[in-house]
């Protein structure tokens, strides 16, 4: 299992399971200590992660982080945690303390959901008021994985962090100033917009109409992207399937015609059979085609459940993977079909 699966896996784990952890501790042992292994560090060495780490701050000695990541015996990464129903924004300041006692470069305030990475690109050896990377487990996109990776053990570079540490805390930010203003423009930035076609004095009714014209079209401008991204990923797909369809085989019948054998429609049977556990057997529909026998979910093309290659001196039972790609499997006679319900199951699961 790669590191975007094992993280996807973790963030599925504290959904499920968040309400039944009580305590600051139990957080820690259920969420915390898990994303750590899964940064490739043991938390069970004490060379590589140590819990409790004593960070002496002025008067107040021996105050303890809890935990610390090590790399040649000195701290790279220090983590203070919360219970995970705690908001994280009253605690910034105790991790401010702990950073600038110790050779770590890096903070991490985390409640097992959300991870706010801290570093000192502002003012040496003084930690950011504001984290350079966020995200939260349970929602975690592609983009934020790779940037998490940075930080596991087998890439850890800390030139490569801090080069990157800058970039992503102004692109955060720009994307809070853009989300702001897309849902409740400010008056500077409706001049902004306005000045670019409108040469007149605005006056305080003009900004006001102004205002109003301005979320309209960004809200209009925003539901046309979408739709033309949707429209463009559709007509990816249809290739993609007009491709998969145009490279199968075909036989010939006498006279091109299709017949639909008793082991076809035995094979569409023994499927329904399986089915009927999670959808009503209705939606299981089949359609024969010259060189297979399909088996499509609600008679949709685009929802395709297996095929069946039956006529050929050998006998196949073919699966479709995630991106709707032909997997073949041979079969020796159709009670084979069950070795396959599992699969079979999961791809009209994922069409529910």
């Known amino acids: ?152 053990k087998a890439y850890f570079d800390f030139n490569t962090i801090v080069n990157a540490a800058s970039e992503l805390k102004y692109l955060g930010e720009i994307k809070t100033v853009l989300h702001n203003e897309f849902n409740n423009p400010s008056p500077e930035f409706v001049k902004l917009i306005t000045k670019q076609f409108y040469s007149g004095v605005i006056t305080q009714k003009l900004l006001d109409q102004f205002t109003q014209l301005t979320k309209r079209s960004i809200s209009q401008y925003l539901n046309d992207s979408i739709t033309d991204r949707l429209k463009t990923a559709l007509k990816s797909e249809e290739a993609a399937e007009r491709a998969e369809i145009e490279s199968q085989p075909i036989i010939i019948t006498p006279d091109n015609k299709i017949e639909t054998t008793e082991e076809e429609l035995e094979a569409f049977q023994i499927i329904k059979s399986i089915l009927r556990k999670v959808c009503p057997v209705s939606k299981i529909v089949h359609r024969d085609a010259q060189s297979y026998f399909a088996i499509l979910f609600e008679d949709n093309n685009r929802k395709p459940i297996c095929r069946m290659y039956l006529n050929t001196s050998k006998k196949y039972i073919a699966l479709f993977d995630e991106n709707k790609k032909e997997v073949k499997k041979e079969i020796s006679t159709l009670d084979d079909i069950f070795n396959f319900a599992d699969d079979l199951l999961k791809t009209v699961e994922n069409y529910i």
């Open 1 to 152: 299992m790669d590191f975007k699966d094992l993280l996807k896996q973790l963030g599925e784990r504290v959904t499920r399971s968040k309400d039944l952890v009580q305590t600051e501790e139990a957080t820690k042992n259920a969420f915390i200590m898990p994303f750590i292994q899964t940064l490739g560090y043991d938390v069970f060495n004490p060379l590589e992660v140590v819990p409790e780490y004593t960070a002496d701050i002025g008067i107040k000695q021996g105050e303890k982080v809890d935990y610390a990541i090590l790399k040649d015996s000195e701290p790279i990464i220090l983590i203070e945690c919360k219970h995970w129903s705690a908001n994280l924004d009253p605690h910034n300041s105790q991790l401010f303390r702990y950073f600038h006692t110790s050779k770590a470069k890096f903070g991490l305030l985390t409640n097992g959901l959300e991870y706010r990475f801290y570093t000192d690109l502002i003012e040496a050896n003084k930690m950011d008021e504001k984290p350079f990377f966020v995200f939260n487990i349970t929602e975690i996109k592609d983009v934020q994985v790779e940037e998490l990776k940075k930080f596991h």
